[in-house]
T-cell receptor, first 113, second 114 residues
């Protein structure tokens, strides 16, 4: 059973508009979350993180929101650009997992010019 | 520029062959990981290592083994390749302590077993 879920396999957004990528988790012990972006034929690259002591973290066009009670986080990209087209993975970790992260299945974002 | 390098970008192997996937990092990271990526399943952890000569099973270790004889190198071994091991394999490394920027990934090896 997947502990980290990304229920939308794909998402299309018009350039300049907001992209919202969602992630749900089932393990209440998760307390640190990351988003990675992956282009074809490349490894995933770190995008943004959030700790469970916060409910929001912002870095330029990227903002991650965390709702602990709902076990839900979302990544907002504003404004979306064609270069943002990639697969986005949500990842979560807990203190008792050591250095390991659990990844979601990914959401493919397409930003249309 | 810090790097995780995987020796092959594409590999085609026959069923039953022994396959070695090599990964080298130049960041002096303690931790190294092997994941496979499959559509709809995301990244699944095969094996990981927190130190030289140390290895731990991940979520899907069956059919795989690993070797870490030096800090910078982590090898994934498919003892007898099977078609269900056709996948994208990703190596990653990280500093000790998880509350950092997570992993640095290599570019991946796309393995096809025929």
């Amino acid at each position: 059973d997947q502990q980290v879920k990304q229920n939308s396999p794909s998402l299309s957004v018009q350039e300049g508009r907001i992209s919202i990528l969602n992630c749900d988790y089932t393990n209440s012990m998760f307390d640190y979350f990351l988003w990675y972006k992956k282009y074809p034929a490349e490894g995933p690259t770190f995008l943004i993180s959030i700790s469970s002591i916060k409910d929001k973290n912002e870095d330029g066009r990227f903002t991650v929101f965390l709702n602990k009670s709902a076990k839900h986080l979302s990544l907002h990209i504003v404004p979306s650009q064609p270069g943002d087209s990639a697969v986005y993975f949500c990842a979560a970790s807990a203190a008792n997992y050591g250095q390991n992260f659990v990844f979601g299945p990914g959401t493919r974002l397409s930003v249309l010019p | 520029d810090v790097k995780v390098t995987q020796s092959s970008r594409y590999l085609v192997k026959r069923t039953g062959e022994k396959v070695f996937l090599e990964c080298v990092q130049d960041m002096d990271h303690e931790n190294m990981f092997w994941y496979r990526q499959d559509p709809g399943l995301g990244l699944r952890l095969i094996y990981f290592s927190y130190d030289v000569k140390m290895k731990e099973k991940g979520d899907i270790p069956e059919g795989y083994s690993v070797s870490r004889e030096k800090k910078e190198r982590f090898s994934l071994i498919l003892e007898s390749a099977s078609t269900n091991q056709t996948s994208m394999y990703l190596c990653a490394s990280s500093l000790g302590g998880r509350l950092n920027y997570g992993y640095t990934f290599g570019s991946g090896t796309r393995l096809t077993v025929v």
